[in-house]
């Protein structure tokens, strides 16, 4: 399968705990973004990277949120000291350059 | 805030009928793509366009646009079941990033047989 991938899929933790999620991207696909959606809810923009290059970054992304794109490659999204509030779907897409974007099929997060 | 919001919030009609559903907009726009999103499956890009497009086709899909009034329609034709979903549309915005998407908060379609 050479889609859009994401680990884990679904994440439960207790409240002050750190996570980190993972995306694989499309191969050749410069474009990379994380999106967070809540029920009933489109997804919300959170960051994007060109390449390795982190081009831009929400006002909902506070510090305790951090993005990495190493390599152009993978990408992780690390949470710290996680908040009932972030308990949400963590969407991760890849694009080439600005074309429609394809989605993975999300990590949840559960938080205690 | 969410750029698009999409109208109706919710739909439910039978196999073979066509759905209709809008998405009006804030400000200009690059494109403006329609997504589907079935229970507990990622999205999928259904159709993307531009903003000097007015309308598109693809395949049972039909899209228009309307920059003046600032809105977007997607039809469905010859609903099936399997159409089942939620549909949102989203904006690229022109006067941000180039491919950063903004979502409605969707239209949930329900398709009886």
């Known amino acids: 399968d050479t889609g859009v991938s994401q680990d884990p899929r679904h994440k439960i933790t207790k409240r002050g705990q750190n996570v980190t999620f993972r995306c694989d991207p499309i191969?050749?696909?410069?474009?990379l973004y994380w999106y967070r959606q809540t029920l009933g809810q489109g997804p919300e923009f959170l960051t994007y990277?060109?390449?390795?290059?982190?081009?831009?970054k929400s006002r909902l992304l506070s510090d305790r949120f951090s993005a990495e794109r190493p390599k152009g490659s993978f990408s992780t999204l690390e949470i710290q000291r996680t908040e009932q509030g972030d308990s949400a779907m963590y969407l991760c897409?890849?694009?080439?350059?600005?074309?429609?974007?394809?989605f993975g099929p999300g990590t949840r997060l559960t938080v205690l | 805030s969410q750029q698009g919001e999409e109208d109706p919030q919710a739909l439910s009609i039978q196999e073979g009928e066509n759905a209709t559903m809008n998405c009006s907009y804030k400000?200009?726009?690059?494109?403006l793509q329609w997504y589907r999103q079935n229970s507990g499956r990622g999205l999928v890009h259904l159709i993307l366009?531009?903003?000097?497009?007015r309308e598109k086709h693809s395949g049972r899909l039909r899209v228009t646009l309307d920059t003046s009034k600032k809105s977007s329609s997607l039809l469905i034709t010859a609903s099936r079941a399997a159409d089942t979903a939620s549909y949102f549309c989203?904006?690229?915005?022109?006067?941000?990033?180039?491919?950063?998407?903004?979502f409605g908060a969707g239209t949930q379609v329900v398709v009886t047989p």
């Open positions: 897409a890849s694009s080439p350059v600005v074309h429609e974007q394809f």
């Open positions: 191969s050749e696909h410069n474009r």
């Open positions: 990277f060109q390449n390795e290059a982190q081009l831009e």
């Open positions: 400000t200009s726009i690059n494109n």
């Open positions: 366009i531009r903003s000097n497009e």
């Open positions: 989203a904006t690229d915005v022109a006067s941000d990033s180039w491919g950063k998407l903004q």
